[in-house]
């Protein structure tokens, strides 16, 4: 079983910047593809960052070069960095581990989510 417990989040005004983080409770990043993923209010849960086994990133189109999605290996933790955030960007932000190896398969884990509140 993997635990997946994010922290950061908050309000920030227009324009400003935010750290998300989600530590894992093991070293899963060699078995499992990593993504956040936001939920406005009122809508349904959509993908915003991607990171692969190898460490390559895509992004939403909505998110494109404000977003950064990282993850650090030793620390067993990934990021997502979110600069010149917008009133849209509100919600709560989840990340989640997906298993891509043999082992691993099937395998689905959600960190508990994040508020994000973006506004003046």
């Known amino acids: 079983q993997v635990q997946l417990v994010q922290s950061g989040g908050g309000l920030v005004l227009p324009g400003g910047s935010l750290r998300l983080s989600c530590a894992a409770s093991?070293?899963?990043?060699?078995?499992?593809?990593v993504a956040w993923y936001h939920q406005a209010p009122g809508k349904q849960r959509e993908l915003v960052a991607a990171?692969?086994?190898?460490?390559?990133?895509n992004y939403a189109d909505t998110v494109k070069g404000r977003f950064t999605a990282s993850k650090n290996n030793a620390k067993d933790t990934v990021y997502l960095q979110m600069n010149n955030l917008k009133p849209e960007d509100t919600g709560v932000y989840y990340c989640?581990?997906?298993?891509?190896?043999?082992?691993?398969?099937?395998?689905?884990?959600w960190g508990q989510g994040t508020q994000v509140t973006v506004s003046s």
């Open positions: 989640n581990a997906r298993g891509v190896t043999i082992r691993t398969h099937g395998d689905d884990y």
């Open positions: 093991g070293s899963i990043f060699g078995e499992y593809a």
């Open positions: 990171v692969t086994l190898g460490g390559s990133t």
